[in-house]
């Protein structure tokens, strides 16, 4: 998957960014040479691309798999086993996603989560498989690249960040495996979230499967804990709040 991002105008920033800062504590300019040097170094590494890329296993995984998977229970089972896979090889958190398209069945595009690896806080297996479709596709809205609908199927339910973006997304069907308590449980910080949130998707014209094949996916959970696995959690931070 592969973001671009446009460099820096000079010409859109003001005069006297470029030839020096106000330091909001003592009221000074900042050494103008410092400040270009900074803006030379932030344009510089705007210039290129956000690259969030899968793990090198993943072609191997794919070719080993006849598509199209029959049902959602199959399905699940294997975006479990892309899970494990993904903890087996050290790439990345212990969640996997999958799109498949509502018609055919076909596997449009396929996550993990690689927050770690990327030093990314957005690299999400639903985030990186709905990225990775949309880019593939050439289209934001996934409603319009796939006519005949989509599903979306998520190993955990989807935290605070992925339960805002994927309406956004284009899907029409989201199926997932461990909940949201099976998640915590272990650790991560899964954010607010509203309880009635999944009324809300059907508003929306997305439908939702929720806990299909949970007490597998809760089981990886539990075993990505107990191996030593990495939970990284934001809000763990000390802030120096007594």
């Not at 990775?132 to 050439?138: D, I, K, Y």
Request: aromatic share 6%; proline share 5%; hydrophobic share 40%.
């Amino acid at each position: 998957m592969r973001f671009e991002s446009r460099s820096i105008d000079k010409r859109s920033v003001p005069q006297d960014t470029l030839t020096g800062a106000l330091n909001n504590r003592t009221g000074t300019l900042t050494d103008s040479t410092n400040v270009d040097s900074n803006l030379r170094e932030t344009t510089a590494s705007q210039a290129g691309a956000i690259r969030i890329d899968l793990p090198d296993w993943i072609p191997r995984f794919l070719a080993s798999v006849t598509t199209p998977l029959a049902d959602d229970r199959e399905r699940m089972a294997w975006v479990l086993d892309l899970a494990r896979e993904n903890i087996r090889a050290g790439t990345g958190g212990p969640f996997g996603a999958a799109l498949f398209a509502a018609d055919s069945g076909r596997l449009i595009a396929v996550g993990v989560n690689r927050v770690v690896p990327a030093h990314c806080s957005i690299a999400h297996a639903e985030m990186v498989a709905i990225a990775t479709a949309q880019q593939r596709l050439g289209h934001y809205d996934l409603r319009q690249a796939l006519p005949g609908g989509s599903i979306l199927y998520s190993s955990a339910e989807p935290c605070a960040m992925c339960l805002g973006a994927l309406p956004w997304s284009g899907i029409d069907r989201l199926v997932y495996a461990a909940s949201d308590a099976d998640v915590r449980a272990i650790g991560f910080d899964e954010g607010d979230k509203p309880s009635d949130w999944i009324s809300g998707y059907a508003r929306r014209g997305i439908q939702v499967t929720a806990e299909l094949l949970r007490e597998e996916a809760a089981d990886l959970l539990r075993g990505y804990a107990a191996n030593g696995g990495e939970i990284y959690d934001p809000t763990a931070t000390d802030h120096g709040d007594s």
